[in-house]
């Protein structure tokens, strides 16, 4: 829960490579996400290249992304899972967001960006889809706890049990 809690966007890191270690756990937590009938529809590209960086972050018009020591970018495939290609790709990425956390990282994910440019970037395949990128490093700010929606707007309890 302690993750949950304290969790921030971060678009600041310090200027230091993420370690082959992390890299792995970030990986493995992609690898063992559910996925709707497992079906995995998707690939993730990770990307510390520099120049690529750039090229990313000019696609996203977010001068911060260039200076993220990796990336992390979701490939998903309509085909594969045409209900369930976007969710199952965010729910992943998810997973390394809050895994990332844990071994000592952190960063935002950015979702404004020119998928075209992505793509022609990172020489993605037009019939794939790009829906999110996970920019990542150590963190180098420790941005405050922000308002969130009350428990009351959010939910709708309908718990009979336990009470
Ligand atoms: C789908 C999605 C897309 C987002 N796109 C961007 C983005 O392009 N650039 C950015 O700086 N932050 C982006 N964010 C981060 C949100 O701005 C951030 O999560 C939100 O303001 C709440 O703040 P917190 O993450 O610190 O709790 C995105 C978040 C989500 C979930």
């Known amino acids: 829960m302690e993750i949950i809690r304290s969790r921030r966007s971060v678009r600041k890191w310090k200027n230091q490579p ?3 270690k992390q890299i792995e756990s970030l990986m493995e937590a992609i690898q063992k996400a559910p996925s709707a ?8 590209i990770f990307v510390d290249d ?33 209900r369930w290609y976007l969710v199952d790709t965010v729910i992943a990425l998810t997973q390394a967001l809050l895994v990332a956390y844990d071994i000592g990282l952190a960063g935002v994910i950015i979702g404004a960006f020119d998928e075209n ?10 019939d794939q889809v790009v829906p999110l990128i996970l920019a990542l490093g150590v963190p180098d700010e420790k941005p405050r706890p922000i308002v969130r929606k009350s428990m009351e707007e959010l939910f709708r309890l309908m718990i009979t ?3």
């Open 37 to 44: 009938v497992n079906w995995q529809p998707y690939r993730f």
């Open 50 to 82: 520099s120049e690529k960086r750039k090229l990313v972050s000019q696609a996203a018009g977010q001068p911060n992304v260039t200076k993220a020591p990796l990336l992390v970018v979701g490939v998903a495939n309509p085909k594969r899972a045409p």
């Open 117 to 126: 440019k992505v793509k022609a970037a990172l020489d993605i395949p037009e």
């Open 161 to 163: 049990a336990n009470q």
């Open 18 to 20: 993420v370690e082959k």
